[in-house]
């Protein structure tokens, strides 16, 4: 079975550095992995997606993320953080069968500092 | 496009109630999705459909209904509310395999 392990719950960052959040994912095939973001009391909007062309995933707003196999990781990473990038952010994980079922971590908040 | 829509924004409902949350989508998207968002638990899918006329149970069913007569419509049935189904729920559609999917703004349902 799939699953979406996302390291950390809470994440803080000073505005102006690095953002790193973590994503591990197990499957028996290679997935699709995706990255949402979800703004206070609002749904969740795509920031970015990994369906096997390129491992380097660039997304909206400055984030991108890296497909590594060999560490089962999707990590999302971004230079340079925004006082508007503060939000919860999930990874998800789906196969490539007919159905295509999105499985999500259960997410990490992003707080950034001023 | 008005994209993935849901009603009502809010609703509070009393034990053993019953009410319906309805979801529209105007992008002829034939995959329908139903999460349940939990604080700290992610998102979890409760139905979801490949086209009108097929739906399927997801991780978590109990207590839910669906129905999809229509390419566009896919509204979720609570019957015999619980405090339990007290969260946020989120309807999403996608295009196809591999593609992603489209959330609508999410209704907010508590149970007391």
């Known amino acids: 079975a799939q699953s979406v392990t996302q390291l950390g719950s809470h994440v803080s960052v000073s505005e102006g550095a690095l953002v790193l959040l973590r994503c591990n994912y197990s499957s028996s095939v290679p997935p699709y992995l995706f990255w949402y973001v979800q703004y206070p009391n609002q749904g969740l909007q795509l920031l970015l997606k990994?369906?096997?062309?390129?491992?380097l995933v660039k997304g909206i707003n400055g984030f991108e993320a890296e497909f590594k196999k060999s560490e089962t990781s999707f990590h999302l990473t971004k230079p340079s953080a925004h006082m508007s990038d503060a939000a919860e952010y999930f990874c998800a994980v789906s196969d490539r069968g007919a159905t295509n079922k999105l499985i999500f971590g259960t997410g990490t908040l992003l707080a950034v500092q001023p | 496009n008005a994209g993935v829509t849901q009603t009502p924004k809010f609703r509070i409902l009393k034990i053993g109630q019953s009410m319906t949350l309805q979801c529209t989508q105007d992008m002829n998207h034939n995959y329908m999705y139903w999460y349940r968002q939990d604080p700290g638990m992610g998102l979890k899918l409760i139905y979801y459909?490949?086209?009108?006329?097929?739906?399927d149970k997801g991780e978590v069913p109990n207590g839910y209904n669906v129905s999809r007569s229509t390419t566009e419509d896919f509204p979720l049935r609570l019957e015999l509310a619980a405090p339990s189904q007290t969260s946020v729920y989120f309807c999403?559609?996608?295009?196809?395999?591999?593609?992603?999917?489209?959330f609508g703004p999410g209704t907010r349902l508590t149970v007391t």
């Open positions: 990994y369906t096997s062309a390129a491992t």
């Open positions: 459909s490949v086209g009108a006329g097929i739906t």
């Open positions: 999403a559609s996608r295009q196809g395999v591999g593609y992603e999917q489209y």
